[in-house]
């Protein structure tokens, strides 16, 4: 859905917390203590006090369904991954420069979930680093510079990452070594979302071409999560990635959202795509919150980049965090979790259109597993930002805490742990046609 009139929404500002909102004490507190880089859900923020599977505890003692937090993807406190933490910790903890096996281990069983030419993984303690990496190890590797990514798209905090970020961007414009395609959505290539995404990412080379710039690559989020969550047609990358590649530049799948089998259909999102990434970045439900994140490269093009730059990360890759990451790979093949977000995720769009059917401000589901992208749009069918923040506010007051997302702040973004079970999908179904009403 486009619309002329709609606001564009910058990512870290939706359903977010705006000074004066709440006269409560521990808000002030945080504020007074975060200062302008506060960032909090909802107008009257929520005091936490623990969380457990799918559900988060406040401090009041109310109970919510957490379908936002994609981090936790394994459950809130996972027995197992809570274990291997503390197992480790209390044993070694240190950095790389010394050889120890459960980082190996841990490494060796990641590779094993990854396409085989990327054979290094360097491991970052946030998916900002590893984005900054990967395209430092992209223009290394290709001689380029150019990154293209898509218009609403959100890759980190670095100084590097914020300019290929439009989505944090407040003011100004991005620099003339980025281009911002539009997503691959029917609003902006019909029915031809693959053939039409190529064109726009052909008509970026070409620009670069104009501007004296050679492309480094082509950055995307493999579900498209901020820009509003475009799945389908699987295989729709493919041709993009082609183009991108006959003009010398690399794919960089950044699968902080959708990796680790959130998209029910496959382990990572790129791989629905069919497409092979030269570069992998992921982070987020890595260590199910013990804060973690990587780039899976292939050797020739890290070292490349190595050459000419060392790299060293304090944090990154310490044995805690392999022991989490581990942790996190026995439980989703353990407890069958990709499977579940498959089944579940396909129930869950299911009941959902049933309500799209009969209500038209719910415009488009889509998504894959359990991911998913909810539209509303008002009577004339264009996105409807208020009507998305009231009902984020009422499924809250139900117990059900939902985030936003895309270029106009119109789509729900549906990211429940991987856990899910039937009757906690069909709560927040219940909940988000009760906030409707
Ligand atoms: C797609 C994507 N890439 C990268 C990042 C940055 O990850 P981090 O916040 O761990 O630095 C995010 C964070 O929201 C993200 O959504």
Redesign the pocket.
């Known amino acids: 859905m486009t619309s002329d009139t709609a606001e564009v929404r910058q990512i870290l500002d939706m359903n977010a917390y705006r000074p004066g909102d709440s006269a409560a004490a521990a808000v002030d507190r945080r504020l007074a203590n975060l200062g302008a880089a506060s960032v909090l859900f909802y107008r009257r923020p929520i005091e936490m006090a623990e969380a457990k599977g799918a559900w988060m505890t406040a401090t009041d003692g109310t109970r919510y369904l957490d379908f936002y937090n994609n981090v936790p993807s394994v459950g809130h406190c996972h027995p197992e991954v809570v274990a291997a933490v503390s197992r480790q910790i209390a044993r070694l903890n240190v950095h790389t420069r010394y050889v120890v096996e459960v980082v190996d281990d841990y490494l060796e069983a990641l590779k094993a979930a990854l396409p085989a030419p990327l054979g290094n993984v360097v491991m970052t303690c946030?998916?900002?680093?590893a984005?900054d990496l990967a395209i430092r190890i992209a223009r290394a590797a290709t001689g380029g510079t150019g990154v293209i990514v898509t218009e609403t798209a959100?890759?980190?905090?670095t100084a590097l990452v914020t300019e290929v970020s439009p989505s944090a961007l407040k003011r100004g414009s991005l620099p003339d070594w980025v281009i911002a395609v539009p997503p691959p959505s029917a609003a902006h290539h019909g029915n031809d979302i693959a053939a039409g995404f190529r064109a726009s990412i052909e008509a970026a080379l070409a620009e670069f071409a104009a501007r004296g710039i050679r492309p480094a690559a082509l950055l995307v989020?493999s579900i498209f999560?901020?820009d509003g969550i475009f799945a389908d047609p699987a295989g729709f990358l493919a041709p993009a990635v082609e183009a991108v590649r006959a003009a010398g530049g690399l794919f960089i799948a950044?699968e902080?959202?959708p990796g680790f089998a959130r998209t029910g259909d496959a382990f990572w999102g790129f791989a629905r795509h069919g497409v092979t990434p030269d570069m992998v970045?992921m982070?987020?439900p890595m260590g199910n919150g013990f804060p973690m994140?990587a780039v899976a490269a292939r050797p020739d093009d890290l070292a490349a980049f190595c050459a000419d730059t060392g790299y060293f990360n304090t944090f990154g890759g310490n044995p805690v965090a392999a022991a989490a990451g581990a942790a996190v790979l026995r439980v989703i093949a353990e407890e069958g979790l990709q499977a579940n977000a498959q089944r579940i995720g396909g129930l869950l769009r299911a009941r959902l259109r049933e309500t799209a059917a009969r209500d038209g401000r719910v415009s488009d589901i889509r998504g894959a597993g359990l991911f998913i992208g909810i539209d509303l749009a008002d009577g004339s069918g264009r996105p409807d930002p208020a009507l998305t923040v009231r009902v984020i506010d009422a499924m809250r007051d139900r117990g059900v805490l939902i985030g936003a997302a895309g270029r106009y702040g119109n789509t729900l973004k549906v990211r429940p742990p991987l856990c899910l079970g039937e009757d906690e999908a069909a709560l927040f179904a219940e909940a988000f046609e009760a906030a409707l009403a």
């Open positions: 946030s998916g900002s680093e984005n959100y890759h980190g905090n989020d999560s901020s950044d902080v959202q970045t982070g987020k994140a």
